[in-house]
């Protein structure tokens, strides 16, 4: 019988599941192996994130008691920096855009946070709305002196997510060939990689991507709907050492995958795992048997209903 009482909600964030996949696995593929991030809290891996930033930020002493946090967010961030700032007593100002699922922006709302909205091009996902979101931060920064979390620049994300790359190599406990993951911020792919290294130096990473929009890879800037990614710049925290390539991936693939999971795995999560589990496949046929690829589902797709990804 369990016995352990967390003080809060904060003390559930991670300490996620990982799971191997079997049914949609090809023959003489590597083992494919999914960290899932949507037992966090809020749904997705960006809790650890949020809580890392936040808690920094207290350390410093670079938020008073009650102040208000200010960041521009596809709406996984958003959520998670506003699930934390209830608890922990602080506002935040969210800004956003139509671009990104309803549900997230109804959650970023429903845990307290004033949510300013950017209007997209038609849904779409591109490099300029980024750019818009980021001047209105600043407009809003420069008019009410609000702490902005600087996810895209924010070292303090890499401690959160240092703890997942040490949570892998304790539940699989043995070697870890490739990990692969999509690209928004970087931060955790930077925080895990770093950790996957420093256990074993062979371990490679791979950092995902729309091949519509296949920035790292190709140079192109182009517009997907694979949200929580490929913002059109390199990330600041995606550094050299981070990752070893970059593979872009088929966003048509990605959803297929994403419905694959969830009617033959069991595994309900978003495009974005789509196509990081699409990208591991893609690698484990290549590496073969008696290897091993690991990644993430980063968030749950009950935040997805109302778009057209299970529709």
């Avoid at 809020?42 to 009650?66: C, F, H, Q, W």
């Avoid at 007593?89 to 950017?118: N, R």
């Avoid at 818009?132 to 902005?148: A, C, D, N, P």
Wanted: hydrophobic content about 40%; overall charge positive; some cysteine.
């Amino acid at each position: 019988m369990l016995h352990n009482i967390s003080k809060n909600i904060l003390e559930t964030i991670g300490n996620t599941p990982l799971v191997k996949l079997n049914k949609i696995i090809p023959q003489h593929c590597a083992d494919i192996y999914v960290k899932l991030e949507y037992f966090n809290p809020t749904g997705s891996y960006k809790d650890r994130m949020a809580l890392a930033i936040v808690e920094e930020a207290e350390k410093r002493g670079d938020i008073n008691p009650g102040g208000t946090f200010v960041e521009f967010t596809g709406g996984s961030t958003g959520t998670s920096l506003a699930f934390v700032c209830a608890v922990k007593g602080y506002k935040l100002k969210a800004v956003s855009s139509d671009a990104f699922a309803k549900e997230k922006l109804q959650s970023i709302k429903l845990f307290g946070a004033d949510l300013d909205i950017i209007k997209s091009d038609g849904g779409k996902i591109t490099p300029e709305l980024f750019i818009q979101m980021q001047e209105r931060v600043r407009q809003l920064v420069k008019e009410h002196g609000y702490y902005w979390t600087k996810q895209f620049y924010n070292t303090d994300a890499k401690i959160g997510y240092a703890n997942l790359g040490k949570e892998l190599i304790q539940q699989l406990n043995k070697q870890i060939d490739i990990f692969c993951a999509g690209v928004g911020t970087a931060g955790m792919l930077s925080g895990v990689s770093k950790e996957l290294k420093k256990a074993n130096a062979q371990t490679k990473v791979i950092a995902l991507e729309p091949a519509s929009a296949a920035f790292l890879s190709k140079g192109i800037k182009g517009s997907h709907r694979i949200e929580g990614v490929a913002s059109g710049i390199i990330p600041p925290l995606l550094t050299k050492d981070v990752y070893d390539e970059a593979k872009a991936i088929d966003e048509t693939k990605a959803r297929e995958t994403a419905r694959a999971l969830a009617s033959m795995e069991g595994i309900f999560a978003g495009t974005s795992t789509g196509m990081n589990v699409c990208a591991a496949i893609e690698l484990g046929k290549h590496l073969g048997p008696n290897h091993t690829v690991v990644t993430v589902a980063c968030d749950s797709g009950m935040k997805y209903l109302a778009g057209d990804l299970y529709s």
